[in-house]
């Protein structure tokens, strides 16, 4: 497996688990959809973004 590969893996597996946490969170449904298409859509930044800024 390349360096890109599992770079691009690691990345799939963040982004899931993020998601999961976001649907699993305290947040109205709104605020979910919102976060969970900002994480499918720029799977990196998104990520980030919801790191720090998320539902906690």
Known sequence: MEFGGALGLIV???????????????ARVPEKILWTLLIILLPVIGLIVWYLAGPK
């Open 12 to 26: 799939l597996v963040l982004d899931i688990w993020a998601i999961i946490k976001v649907l699993g969170s305290g």
